[in-house]
């Protein structure tokens, strides 16, 4: 019913800047309230970024003004783009997608942050 692939994780240097991706199902897609979630070894999974169905976004204190999260509805895309990467950005990135009680989530993609 549901499927969400995340892809573009890596390793960076501090400063760097990644674009994380997430595919998804046009009929979760269409309707769903989208997120990034991230969970560093030994960390609890935290909300990153949100955007809903009509473009309303919010971020996590730790991330403001460094990351943006946006969404291609002709593609059926989520994104995050980071920039100015520090070494606690490293963790594991969960794309994530709620519509009332239904949620998915993906498989996760490592970005790791290090010089």
């Known amino acids: 019913q549901g499927q969400l692939v995340e892809s573009g994780g890596d390793l960076v240097q501090p400063g760097g800047s990644l674009r994380l991706s997430c595919a998804a199902s046009?009929?979760?897609?269409?309707?769903?309230?989208m997120d990034w979630y991230r969970q560093a070894p030994g960390k609890q999974r935290d909300l990153v970024a949100t955007?809903?169905?009509?473009?309303?976004?919010d971020y996590a204190d730790s991330v403001k003004g460094r990351f943006t999260i946006f969404r291609d509805n002709a593609k059926n895309t989520l994104y995050l783009q980071m920039n100015s990467l520090k070494p606690e950005d490293t963790a594991v990135y969960y794309c994530?997608?709620?519509?009332?009680?239904?949620?998915?989530w993906g498989k996760g993609t490592l970005v790791t942050v290090s010089s």
């Open positions: 994530h997608a709620r519509y009332y009680d239904i949620e998915y």
């Open positions: 955007i809903t169905s009509y473009n309303s976004a």
């Open positions: 046009k009929n979760v897609f269409s309707v769903a309230t």
